[in-house]
C-alpha cells in the first residue's frame, strides 16, 4: 500500500491529486491493473471530475453547501461538522481507476479529486493496485 | 464471496456492520488485499462514515431526509418508496476497503454503514475479497 | 479492458446497460472474480439501482434536478454544464459488480445505469475484470 500525505489550506477545498496517483503508478511498475484511492477520513472524500477549469469545483463547493449546509440548526453532532460528515458519504469514500500500459487511464477531462470537507487538515490518502501482469 | 444477513428494525436506519466484515476477514485467512462490500438491495446503501457518535447516522438521516423527502407528488413508482431508490443511488451500493496484516484497514473513525431506507427487512451484503497474497 | 458504446438520446437520460454488461463477461470466460464498470467522462455517471419499473429512473433524474437545477445564476463554470458535473460526482464514475459462475452477480432487482447528464453524446463505457480463476 502506498500513502499519500496532502495538507488542505481551506476549510471546503477540493484539490487535484491526479499527479500524486500518477507518480505512485510509475513507482509500482505496474503495467496492467486496477488502482483503488481511498480517503481514511469521515471529513473528507475522494471523487473523479474535470480538472481543467477551476469553476467547476468552485461549483461543486457551493452546490455541496446549498444542499447540505453547513449550519443547521437540526444538526445534533455536537463537533459541529456534521456537513462534512453528510458531503463525505455523498461524495464517497474512493474511486477505482484503471491501470493500462504503466499508466493511469482516466479519460480526457478526468482528473481524481480531494475533497476537504472539514479543513484545513493534513490528510491521508491511500492508495492500493491490483495487477493483472503475468510475472 | 461471503454472505452476511442483516435485520433492519426501522424505516430508516444506519447500521454499523464493521464486526461482521473484519469477522469475514478473519475467516478468509487472507494477508494483504482489497475488500468489497456490496448491496445487492436497490433501497439499502452501503458506505463508510463515522461509527463513534451515534448522532453522525442520525443527522445523515434526516439531512438525506430534507433533500429526498420521502413524499413528493411528482414521484411516479408506483410502490410508492422513490426516496429510496434515489437515496440508494446517491450513497452508492459497495464500498472498497484494503486488507494489511490481515486486518481491515479502516481509518480512525471510519465505520462501514449499512444503510437501510425501505426498512423494517432482512438485508444481504455480499463481501469478496481480491488478495495479494503469494502462495 | 473492454470498450462498450452507447448512444444516448436525450439531455438527462438513465440508460440500462446490464445486456452490454453480461455480455462482456460472457466473452471474458471468467468464472469467478469482480467487474469494475467506469465511465471516463466528468458529467456521465455510472450506478446500480432498479430496471423493472422505468419510473424509478424518471424519479431518479427529477429528484435530481431538483437538488441540482440545470441553471443556477451562482453557477461560474462557462460551458452551463454545471449541474451535470455535480450530479456526476453526486451518483459517481464507477461500480463494482461480483461474477461468479461465469454470470454478473446482481441482486434481483439491480440493474447497471449509465446516467447521461448532458447529452446526446456518444459515451463510452470501460470494463475490467479481475479473476479469481486458478489457471
Chains 1, 2, 3 share one sequence.
Not at 5 to 26: L, Y
Not at 96 to 104: A, R, V, Y
Amino acid at each position: 500500500m502506498y500513502k499519500i500525505d496532502i495538507e488542505t489550506t481551506k476549510k471546503q477545498q477540493i484539490i487535484d491529486i491526479t499527479d500524486h496517483i500518477s507518480r505512485v503508478i510509475d513507482e509500482s511498475k505496474v503495467k496492467n491493473g486496477v488502482c483503488f484511492v481511498y480517503s481514511p477520513h469521515t471529513t473528507c472524500g475522494i471523487s473523479l471530475n474535470e480538472g481543467a477549469d477551476h469553476d467547476v469545483k468552485e461549483d461543486l463547493i457551493n452546490k455541496l453547501n446549498d444542499i447540505i449546509p453547513v449550519d443547521d440548526r437540526k444538526y445534533r453532532h455536537i463537533e459541529g461538522n456534521s456537513h462534512s460528515h453528510i458531503k463525505t458519504v455523498v461524495v464517497g469514500s474512493s474511486v477505482t481507476i484503471f491501470i493500462e500500459n504503466g499508466k493511469l487511464l482516466l479519460g480526457r477531462w478526468q482528473s481524481v479529486y480531494l475533497c476537504e470537507f472539514d479543513g484545513p487538515r493534513r490528510r491521508n490518502v491511500w492508495v492500493k493496485i491490483l495487477s493483472e501482469d503475468k510475472i
